[in-house]
């Protein structure tokens, strides 16, 4: 009986190929990881060996084999390999609730929750049973977006089915948290920048991230966003505030009253001087 598989599909040339979902790694003893802040939800489920982890969902953390964890977007993580390392990392924007059921015999839902507890899991026989055959499929790069897609789901069916209610609400806490925390940061900072680009790089995300995490938590794209919000400020300046126009022409960064009026009009249908006379 032969021993070997061949495969005769070539993802990699294949127009759905993914390599942003899964993805398995392996490290030295000795490596060092230096801080680095991560662009997607991540769970680092360790195969083997030992690793120190530091960030600040987990501070002087020893993570060994058959345990996993969890960085949200946005934070920022550093490694030290203690012994050789096997990890597979899964990377995603959204925890799946695949199974109604489950999640409804609790009160508050998950994301009804007041307080972060980031948890070290233990991979349960499925799981691992799971891991080992997502490691040979990457090693073998069957990274199709259909296929990857399908074990996206069937984890988290896995996590759902072999881990309590509590032990996902703290795993995940972070996660359900960060909506709050960007929104806040947006909410904070949005007056402070003069366009998208100079937003992203002030909160330490690329630009992709950036907008994808913008349309998740306001639902509307960040350009679209932040011109509302522009407008709104302007008119309120101008119709409730004694400043003068070429101050808050130049408080929102306009280089000229001439291009100050020009927004004005293309926006309110008004000249600055216009919207401040009394009706």
């Known amino acids: ?120 899991l233990e991979t349960v026989t499925p799981l691992q049973m799971f891991l080992q055959g997502m490691r040979y499929a990457l090693n073998d790069t069957l990274l199709c977006h259909g296929y990857l897609e399908a074990k996206q789901v069937e984890l988290f069916y896995l996590l759902n089915c072999y881990y309590s209610i509590k032990e996902l609400n703290d795993f995940f806490a972070s996660v359900y948290d960060q909506g709050k925390g960007f929104r806040s940061f947006v909410m904070s900072h949005y007056l402070q920048v003069k366009d998208v680009d100079a937003f992203a790089k002030l909160g330490g995300y690329s630009l992709t991230t950036f907008r994808r995490l913008f349309k998740e938590t306001f639902d509307e794209p960040v350009y679209q966003w932040l011109l509302k919000q522009k407008c709104r400020d302007i008119y309120k300046e101008l119709s409730t505030t004694d400043k003068s126009i070429t101050e808050i022409s130049r408080q929102y960064g306009f280089g000229s009253l001439a291009n100050f009026s020009h927004f004005c009009k293309a926006n309110f249908g008004k000249s600055p001087r216009a919207l401040r006379s009394p009706k």
């Open 1 to 120: 009986m032969q021993g070997r598989c061949q495969k005769y599909t070539d993802c990699v040339l294949c127009e759905h190929y993914r390599k942003d979902v899964f993805k398995y790694r392996t490290f030295p003893r000795g490596k060092f990881i230096p801080q680095t802040r991560c662009s997607r939800n991540t769970i680092y489920f360790i195969l083997s060996g030992e690793t120190w982890v530091n960030s600040s969902e987990y501070p002087d953390t020893i993570v060994r084999e058959g345990h996993f964890l969890l960085q949200p977007l946005g934070s920022v993580v550093e490694f030290r390999i203690h012994t050789p390392l096997e990890a597979i990392l899964f990377m995603f924007d959204h925890v799946q609730n695949v199974c109604v059921a489950h999640f409804s015999q609790v009160q508050p839902p998950l994301e009804g929750r007041q307080q972060s507890t980031s948890i070290v």
